[in-house]
DNA sequence: CAGTATCCCTCAAGATACTG
DNA sequence: CAGTATCTTGAGGGATACTG
């Protein structure tokens, strides 16, 4: 469960696969881009957060920035490679919204209403575009 | 970090957020059913590998079904709440190949070498089917 | 405010021996 | 072969005090 993976699953679980990481991006997503909003937002301690900021600097998801508003701090702003994980997150809350939730329970995509504009999903494809359904057909082709 | 999370992203990731569980999760989408081949492809511990099939059946990922061969033991197969979460597995896949691999290195998604069918793809997109580009505009959609 | 440094502790994970 | 039982370890994580 270390080093070379030559199993891009593995290897991307490997990467940002633990407790924290992908919560951090999704705030990221959302906009949170500050150290304290990010402590605050998900509760967690501030010397597991340092240390997940770092890692996932180092891992090229994040990149620090001068802060926007001009304090002596910084920003934690997402990466191309970090943008790259926005299937990830969408994938991970549909199918939460999907599979998780009583058919009546209310969930936090809050913004969908706030907005009145659907979020985004995910449909897998095909390279040439055809919607592609899980099943038998397919299952040989995870890699 | 537990019980009832409004956040759908966060109650997934509880869910199948821990370091196995999505790697068996893809073994189960590769055709692997059997405690022997799983403990022997992941090279996990045994009793962490029946803890972890048997939380995944608890929480309706995974059903045991008689074994198809006719032997005395069972198999573990998606049920349709695992299925959903092929578009989790394709994402990381496709992240994972896109960003975590140097241009030249090899990963083992030889399926599509073999088969010489393009593997499935994920595209985020509005309700509507028109493609999504991740940015500002969708930035606060994530709930 | 944005971190870092310490201390502590739980639990996930590994190894391995055992059972039907 | 398909698990279960037991033991041990180490990393991940929490609380909190501290610093620039």
Redesign the interface.
Known sequence: ?TSPE????????D?I???WS??IV?DA???VQRFGDLQRNL??ARNILSDRLRKLVDA?VLQTQPASDGSAYQEYALTA?G???????????????????APGE???????KA?G????????????GRV?A??AA??????
Chains 1, 2 share one sequence.
């Open positions: 469960m030559p199993c891009p699953v593995a290897r991307a679980l990467a696969g633990d407790r992908l919560l999704r997503f959302d906009g509760g967690m090229g490679k943008l790259g994980l926005f299937p990830v997150v969408v994938a991970l809350r549909q199918w939460g919204e999907d599979q998780l939730f209310a969930h936090s995509s809050l913004v969908e907005s504009q659907p979020v985004a999903r995910m449909q897998p494809q095909t390279a040439d592609l899980p099943g397919v299952v040989r082709k995870l890699g």
